[in-house]
């Protein structure tokens, strides 16, 4: 989470993919600026953008979510990197 705070911090990330996949609650009270809300309970690969050639870095509140949703994304071809530690790791800026 350290790195990715500081690539966001950096402001050189016109292109970084971060999905989102707490519930719409925790969604709602605070996420990453830019990142695409996409619940793990509504997953679905087969409705996920075709762009495999991009990586999403995934997070959750506290991570365990996020690395079953990695799994299923680089099951599907995707490149995806779970974000350990969550939004409670997450000392950055936050959008409502």
Same mark, same amino acid.
């Given at each position: 989470?350290?790195?990715? @705070?500081? &690539?966001?911090? #950096? *402001? +050189?990330?016109? +292109?970084? +993919?971060?999905?989102?996949?707490? #519930? %719409?609650?925790?969604?709602?009270? *605070?996420?990453?600026? *830019?990142?695409?809300?996409?619940?793990? @309970?509504?997953?679905?690969?087969?409705?996920?953008? +075709? =762009?495999?050639?991009? @990586? &999403? &870095?995934?997070?959750?509140? #506290?991570?365990?979510? #996020?690395?079953?949703?990695?799994? %299923?994304?680089?099951?599907?071809?995707?490149?995806?990197? =779970?974000?350990?530690? *969550?939004?409670?790791? &997450?000392?950055?800026?936050?959008?409502?």
């Amino acid at each position: 989470m350290r790195e990715l @705070t500081k &690539y966001l911090a #950096s *402001g +050189n990330h016109p +292109n970084l +993919n971060i999905l989102d996949v707490c #519930s %719409q609650e925790e969604f709602a009270a *605070g996420h990453i600026p *830019g990142a695409i809300h996409w619940p793990l @309970t509504a997953m679905n690969v087969g409705k996920f953008p +075709n =762009n495999k050639l991009e @990586t &999403y &870095y995934v997070v959750c509140r #506290s991570g365990g979510r #996020s690395k079953l949703a990695v799994a %299923q994304l680089k099951k599907e071809g995707y490149m995806a990197v =779970n974000v350990e530690g *969550g939004m409670l790791a &997450y000392c950055g800026p936050l959008a409502y």
